[in-house]
């Protein structure tokens, strides 16, 4: 797995075009979420009822979670829930996907047409995975908020994106210039042991705190450095003997800048 470090090249969601993920307008969610809401209840089909003809579906998404999502407590929904509302409901999934900002209006026909084969294609080239809190590019921050799970969907880039991965949001700015407090990072699960991570961007739970660092192994010592690329931030120095006590998610596979609306 390429891991985007310093000279990463910047995407923009522009070049990506057709498979941009979008960082949602906010009355665009709203619309969305409205149309769902309102047309269930026109249609009067029970939350329940929507939840088991989704499972049918083979889409696991709780009566609960449509609740809350109605209700506005959850603000994104997967893209294979939009995909199932939208044939249980009778609504149009390519009018759908352009409100979650999945699809852009050029790519696909207008009007109220019964979608094309195109919009599975556009589904496939999505990964949808859960969107967790926040990892700290600071001197640390302890998460206390991965029970409330967001999910966002994010394009299958050759293959750097998995099912199993996961997001989490940067706080602070120790990592800067190149990444930004409330960026998005894409962890790769895949592969989990420190030691092997030596000049790589991971994850790393240390003293009760999550921490977005580069990982740097001193030679000869085996001493660990949690380093970042702000200099006013100070090296984390964990001595060799501590260091298999340390929890890593993975490595940092990708970046959502939400200053500049680009992937990493």
């Known amino acids: 797995m390429k891991i985007f470090c310093i000279i990463a090249k910047k995407i923009s969601y522009n070049i990506v075009n057709k498979r941009k993920i979008g960082v949602k307008k906010m009355e665009d969610k709203e619309k969305l979420r409205k149309i769902i809401g309102d047309t269930r ?49 009778g609504l149009n999934v390519v009018e759908m996907y352009k409100l979650a900002g999945l699809i852009e209006e050029k790519d696909f026909p207008k009007g109220n047409a019964e979608p094309s084969n195109v919009t599975d294609e556009v589904f496939e ?50 990592m800067e210039p190149y990444y930004h407090n409330g960026d998005i990072i894409v962890v790769d699960v895949s592969n989990q042991d420190i030691r092997t991570l030596n000049g790589k961007e991971a994850l790393i739970y240390y003293d009760d705190n999550k921490y977005l660092k580069l990982v740097y192994f001193e030679p000869g010592t085996g001493n660990l450095f949690l380093k970042s690329y702000n200099p006013a931030y100070k090296d984390i120095k964990i001595e060799d003997k501590e260091v298999d006590t340390l929890y890593c998610n993975g490595v940092i596979s990708m970046v959502i800048s939400m200053r500049n609306r680009k992937m990493i």
């Open 41 to 89: 209840k026109e249609k009067n089909i029970a939350r329940d009822k929507v939840s088991e003809l989704l499972k049918r579906k083979g889409v696991d998404y709780a009566e609960s979670s449509l609740l809350r999502y109605e209700n506005g407590q959850i603000k994104t929904i997967r893209a294979e829930v939009i995909k199932g509302l939208s044939e249980i409901l």
């Open 125 to 174: 080239s999505f990964v949808t995975i859960p969107l967790y809190g926040m990892a700290s590019a600071g001197n640390g921050l302890i998460e206390s908020e991965e029970s409330n799970i967001e999910y966002i969907n994010i394009p299958k880039l050759n293959g750097n994106v998995k099912k199993n991965d996961f997001a989490t949001k940067v706080k602070g700015d120790s």
